[in-house]
């Protein structure tokens, strides 16, 4: 399961960092449709306020892609 996980953190940072639109999300992560990638976002939002330490995982995954799109150190 950890690796469902990580997709679904993959997913939320696509999407909350990068700004990019569902389907390309889904192309990228060689998932069938948007809907796929909007169950995975939900899915890693729930987990999110129900795990402290997958939100703690996740954060800093996005802390890191936020520096590395402004070109800066995490």
């Known amino acids: 399961m950890p690796y469902v ?3 679904w953190s993959a997913m939320l940072v696509l999407r909350q960092v990068g ?3 569902l389907v390309r ?3 990228l992560l060689r998932r069938r449709d948007h809907t796929t990638i ?3 976002i939900r899915r890693a939002e729930v987990h999110m306020r ?3 330490d997958y939100r ?3 954060e800093r995954v996005r802390q890191v892609a ?3 799109k402004f070109g ?3």
Do not use: S
């Open 5 to 7: 996980r990580a997709r």
């Open 19 to 21: 700004g990019l639109a």
């Open 25 to 27: 999300i889904a192309m």
């Open 38 to 40: 909007l169950n995975g």
């Open 50 to 52: 129900a795990d402290p």
């Open 56 to 58: 703690d995982a996740v």
């Open 66 to 68: 936020l520096a590395a």
């Open 72 to 74: 800066r150190q995490p």
